[in-house]
């Protein structure tokens, strides 16, 4: 277990602040924690979990093997420790600690403020979790909880938000866990090939070869979330099937997770026939960025036309994230909201 010594003004920290960051100490204090591996996966490579902490949190954190000393404002150091002991103990209890999880665990803090007492063993209990045989995936931020949360009550889902909110990656974990509790007989795979224009026949290959460069993202969900000899197992088998979205036309999908990614570039007459598939025991996931459309100018977002007509239906759930749930990178959300921030592109006269 941690231990700390607050408001101790013998321990100064030797890493000094980065040039931008202002902070005034008015406390500081000192962590040791009992557990060096946990202590150094919290850390993390070259000290990259602790830099986050300062930059989102206006402190200065420096380590010194198993001891922290985190200074700054009170609100500050407060929400700091509370960081490092939520993110401890999940390291302690074998979890790897990525960036994601270091936003993730800010993000919560902030989220609870400090007008309760905090347990770091339960800090996180009330996020959803999808527990797979390889590793638990568990929410990260509020959307993701609400998207997980939707994902297990209704028979179709759409994930609609910018690059990097984890749309894509809980939609392949959730399909996992229901292959791996026999909940379902297939995971069915699908992507409009916009770049293509929907016709592969000129790529090389066989029909999986032709589409692996699109569906590629997924792909790797796969491996990540999956043991690699049961993926190729069921890749062969058919139990998990790359379906080009040109050719589902005409199938009713049973007994099966469908998920539909990089949806904004379906047309309206697609995203019909692809939502039109869903038959018995069969649950259907549609992922998107209303902000990245490759259709020609002029051709409406099968997308956005879906989630306007949609909803409200009952069966049906719309999570909408924001720049604010990025957690790929933090620069990946100052980007998005520099782009957010540009007016938006005209639409073509139609004569």
């Not at 949190?57 to 009170?74: E, M």
């Amino acid at each position: 277990m941690p231990k700390s010594a607050s408001d101790s003004p013998s321990l100064a920290p030797s890493r000094k602040p980065d040039r931008d960051m202002q902070v005034t100490p008015e406390t500081q204090f000192v962590i040791d924690f009992d557990d060096n591996r946990a202590a150094s996966a919290l850390v993390g490579p070259y000290g990259q979990n602790l830099a986050l902490i300062e930059r989102r949190l206006g402190v200065v954190v420096d380590s010194r093997g198993n001891h922290i000393t985190v200074a700054g404002s009170r609100d500050g150091c407060d929400a700091a420790r509370r960081v490092l002991e939520t993110l401890y103990t999940q390291a302690s209890q074998g979890h790897d600690i990525a960036q994601g999880d270091v936003e993730g665990a800010i993000r919560a803090v902030i989220a609870q403020g400090s007008l309760f007492e905090f347990d770091p063993k339960t800090a996180k209990s009330s996020f959803e979790t999808i527990n797979l045989r390889k590793r638990p995936v568990r929410a990260r931020t509020a959307a993701q909880d609400s998207y997980i949360r939707a994902l297990k009550r209704h028979e179709m889902v759409f994930g609609v938000g910018p690059a990097g909110t984890g749309k894509t990656w809980l939609a392949v974990a959730h399909a996992a866990q229901l292959f791996e509790r026999k909940e379902v007989d297939r995971i069915i795979l699908s992507r409009p090939a916009v770049e293509a224009g929907e016709r592969l026949g000129f790529l090389p290959g066989d029909l999986r070869e032709k589409v692996d460069p699109y569906l590629r993202p997924i792909y790797d969900a796969l491996y990540d979330l999956m043991d690699s000899r049961i993926v190729e197992r069921a890749l062969q088998t058919g139990e998990i099937e790359i379906a080009p979205l040109a050719f589902m036309r005409g199938r009713t999908l049973t007994n099966a997770v469908i998920i539909l990614d990089e949806a904004q570039n379906t047309t309206s007459m697609q995203m019909k026939m692809f939502l039109t598939r869903l038959g018995e025991n069969s649950r259907m996931i549609i992922t998107g960025d209303p902000s990245q459309v490759d259709l020609p100018n002029g051709q409406a977002s099968g997308l956005a036309e879906a989630v306007k007509l949609l909803d409200g239906v009952t069966g049906i759930a719309q999570v909408h994230f924001t720049a604010e749930d990025v957690i790929r990178h933090e620069l990946v959300a100052r980007i998005v909201a520099a782009y957010e921030g540009l007016p938006q592109r005209p639409a073509p006269n139609k004569k």
